[in-house]
Nanobody, 122 residues
Framework: QVQLVESGGGSVQAGGSLRLSCIAPPYTLTSNCMAWFRQAPGKEREGVAVLCRRTGSTHYADSVSGRFAVSQDNAKNTLYLQMNSLRPEDTGMYYC???????????????WGQGTQVTVSS
């Protein structure tokens, strides 16, 4: 059952940019924090960025810090991930998730989307 809906993925060359969007259903609004995760083939899912609505606090994985930016539009219940200076190692399925804590651990999130594919070519 799809609970969050991601969009904006695609194929870009290294150095390019993409912006991902995630629309959260009303019943996920009790979840204070929303995050982006990614999973490359054969690898574990890793947390990329998280934003907590009430405080505006954010946290990024070291691998994307300074290149990615997470933001929100509360009126639209939408979370964004602006990805700049993309690298081939950023390739993967990107998932949006809703949870309660400022965490990049997947076990802290109870609501997930089906993902959007990002492919970065060298």
């Amino acid at each position: 059952q799809v609970q969050l809906v991601e969009s904006g993925g695609g194929s870009v060359q290294a150095g390019g940019s993409l912006r991902l969007s995630c629309i959260a259903p009303p019943y996920t609004l009790t979840s204070n924090c929303m995050a982006w995760f990614r999973q490359a083939p054969g690898k574990e899912r890793e947390g990329v960025a998280v934003l907590c609505r009430r405080t505006g606090s954010t946290h990024y994985a070291d691998s994307v810090s300074g290149r990615f930016a997470v933001s929100q539009d509360n009126a639209k219940n939408t979370l964004y991930l602006q990805m700049n200076s993309l690298r081939p190692e950023d390739t993967g399925m990107y998932y949006c998730a809703a949870g309660r804590w400022l965490s990049l651990g997947s076990s802290d999130y109870g609501f997930w989307g089906q993902g959007t594919q990002v492919t970065v070519s060298s």
